[in-house]
């Protein structure tokens, strides 16, 4: 797939992903759905894998950074999500989560000397505004006391742990390790953790036989993870982290027009606001910088020279008799 698809498919499914989440919530532990969701992706892609004929042998040095790996993306940082939104609302989630484009920016510039345009910088302050005043309203009549600075800070926590993920994700696509078969035991050590976290806070282990809890299960395992996931650490490795990682910021605008049409969810001036203002940094971090078009034209022209000279090279050579 092209970077345009992958990104689209990133942005829709993890976009519907929030409504899908909420059927989740209930009689089920968090960390229990958690297990559920990301030992079935896992157990699909192991599948996948083995149909394929694709290796899944990995030396230990490299199952160490594919246990850092899934550990980071999926296991800590959904503990520290979820820990969160015990004391502050979806919204105060969100828009922390949403910082991990800028984070993810300090990230590439840190381990990978990443160059980050000035065209990045505006993109995500223009997202970041977005999402804030997308948010007004919920957040607005919000009083800033003790339990809502812890919420907010286990949330940039787990943040700081999904960037990390997002790096070494990275790392492992410049080791030449498959997208597909990290990922496979990237979410297999994510489930282990979770679940032995699980054991450890004497979390109960049921499950709910209802229509919305396994659809939505089998929506987040497969749409949700294994197939967004794929989509987006792709891209990570194509286009670097800096851009690729503004789908965050993405989530929550599609998240509302969903919203729209399933829950009768009303617009006002903030929501419009926020909608265009996300759209358009949207524009700026994606768009080619001119520095970057430059090159591809300069590169372009000089493959054209070079083969305008090969032909004239060839015309001069003298006929065999």
Same mark, same amino acid.
């Given at each position: 797939?092209?970077?345009?698809?992958?990104?689209?498919?990133?942005?829709?499914?993890?976009?519907?992903?929030?409504?899908?989440?909420?059927?989740?919530?209930?009689?089920?532990?968090?960390?229990?759905?958690?297990?559920?969701?990301?030992?079935?992706?896992?157990?699909?892609?192991?599948?996948?894998?083995?149909?394929?004929?694709?290796?899944? %042998?990995?030396?230990?040095?490299?199952?160490?950074?594919? #246990? *850092?790996?899934?550990?980071? &993306?999926? +296991? !800590?940082?959904?503990? $520290?999500?979820?820990?969160?939104?015990?004391?502050?609302?979806?919204?105060?989630?969100?828009?922390?989560?949403?910082?991990?484009?800028?984070?993810?920016?300090?990230?590439?510039?840190?381990?990978?000397?990443?160059?980050?345009?000035?065209?990045?910088?505006?993109?995500?302050?223009?997202?970041?505004?977005?999402?804030?005043?997308?948010?007004?309203?919920?957040?607005?009549?919000?009083?800033?006391?003790?339990?809502?600075?812890?919420?907010?800070?286990?949330?940039?926590?787990?943040?700081?742990?999904?960037?990390?993920?997002?790096?070494?994700?990275?790392?492992?696509?410049?080791?030449?390790?498959?997208?597909?078969?990290?990922? %496979?035991?990237?979410?297999?050590?994510?489930?282990?953790? #979770? *679940?032995?976290?699980?054991? &450890?806070? +004497? !979390?109960?282990?049921? $499950?709910?036989?209802?229509?919305?809890?396994?659809?939505?299960?089998?929506?987040?395992?497969?749409?949700?993870?294994?197939?967004?996931?794929?989509?987006?650490?792709?891209?990570?490795?194509?286009?670097?982290?800096?851009?690729?990682?503004?789908?965050?910021?993405?989530?929550?605008?599609?998240?509302?027009?969903?919203?729209?049409?399933?829950?009768?969810?009303?617009?006002?001036?903030?929501?419009?606001?926020?909608?265009?203002?996300?759209?358009?940094?949207?524009?700026?971090?994606?768009?080619?910088?001119?520095?970057?078009?430059?090159?591809?034209?300069?590169?372009?022209?000089?493959?054209?020279?070079?083969?305008?000279?090969?032909?004239?090279?060839?015309?001069?050579?003298?006929?065999?008799?």
């Amino acid at each position: 797939m092209n970077n345009t698809v992958l990104y689209v498919l990133t942005v829709l499914i993890w976009g519907s992903t929030w409504i899908a989440i909420n059927y989740q919530l209930g009689e089920v532990a968090p960390e229990a759905s958690l297990v559920y969701r990301f030992g079935l992706a896992a157990a699909v892609l192991f599948l996948f894998c083995r149909i394929k004929s694709l290796p899944l %042998a990995f030396s230990l040095r490299q199952h160490a950074q594919l #246990m *850092a790996f899934g550990l980071c &993306l999926f +296991g !800590v940082n959904y503990y $520290f999500l979820y820990l969160a939104q015990q004391h502050i609302n979806s919204a105060l989630t969100c828009i922390g989560f949403s910082t991990m484009m800028i984070i993810n920016i300090l990230n590439a510039r840190f381990w990978y000397k990443t160059k980050i345009t000035k065209q990045v910088y505006y993109g995500a302050a223009l997202g970041l505004f977005g999402i804030i005043t997308l948010f007004w309203p919920q957040i607005n009549d919000i009083n800033i006391g003790a339990d809502t600075l812890l919420g907010l800070s286990l949330c940039l926590i787990g943040t700081v742990f999904a960037s990390g993920g997002n790096m070494l994700s990275i790392k492992n696509q410049q080791m030449r390790l498959p997208v597909m078969q990290t990922n %496979a035991w990237g979410m297999a050590y994510g489930t282990i953790f #979770m *679940a032995l976290l699980a054991v &450890l806070r +004497g !979390v109960e282990f049921n $499950f709910s036989l209802t229509l919305p809890y396994v659809g939505s299960l089998l929506y987040l395992s497969i749409f949700g993870s294994v197939i967004a996931f794929g989509c987006y650490l792709t891209l990570l490795g194509r286009i670097g982290a800096h851009k690729a990682s503004y789908a965050t910021v993405m989530f929550p605008a599609v998240a509302v027009v969903i919203s729209t049409f399933v829950e009768g969810f009303i617009w006002d001036l903030t929501t419009i606001t926020g909608f265009i203002c996300i759209m358009l940094g949207n524009l700026v971090v994606l768009s080619p910088s001119k520095q970057g078009a430059k090159k591809e034209a300069d590169s372009k022209n000089r493959q054209q020279h070079v083969s305008q000279e090969e032909i004239a090279e060839k015309d001069m050579r003298p006929a065999k008799a």
